[in-house]
């Protein structure tokens, strides 16, 4: 019989999983597990809340190229939480309400 895999490995392994692999697999556990339950976005999500994200899984969240990403660092309109050695980590936190301005900002408000 094979290893059953602790939650640790689980949030382990889902880390590693690029960004749009990650957020299919939430979106099919959702719709799988959670059918009845009425649960909230942060119940479901809210352990995101304190991640980092790279710049290259930043830019696949604003659904923006990593050229205009990194424009959007270069110009100030995006800083970095965190740097490790020469890479920069962006907070989700940041990450989303840049998300929401940059939807504002295509829909004319």
């Not at 995006?78 to 840049?98: E, H, I």
Request: net charge positive.
């Amino acid at each position: 019989m094979g290893h059953a895999i602790s939650a640790e490995e689980m949030l382990d392994e889902i880390k590693m999983m690029p960004v749009a692999e990650r957020s299919r697999f939430f979106t099919l556990l959702g719709a799988q597990l959670f059918q009845v339950e009425n649960f909230s976005h942060d119940q479901v999500f809210g352990h995101l809340a304190n991640e980092l994200f790279t710049a290259q899984e930043a830019a696949e969240y604003l659904e923006v190229s990593i050229a205009t990403f990194r424009r959007y660092v270069r110009n100030g309109k995006l800083t970095p939480a965190q740097r490790v050695g020469r890479s920069q980590m962006f907070a989700t936190r940041n990450l989303k309400d840049f998300k929401r301005s940059l939807r504002e900002v295509r829909q004319g408000r």
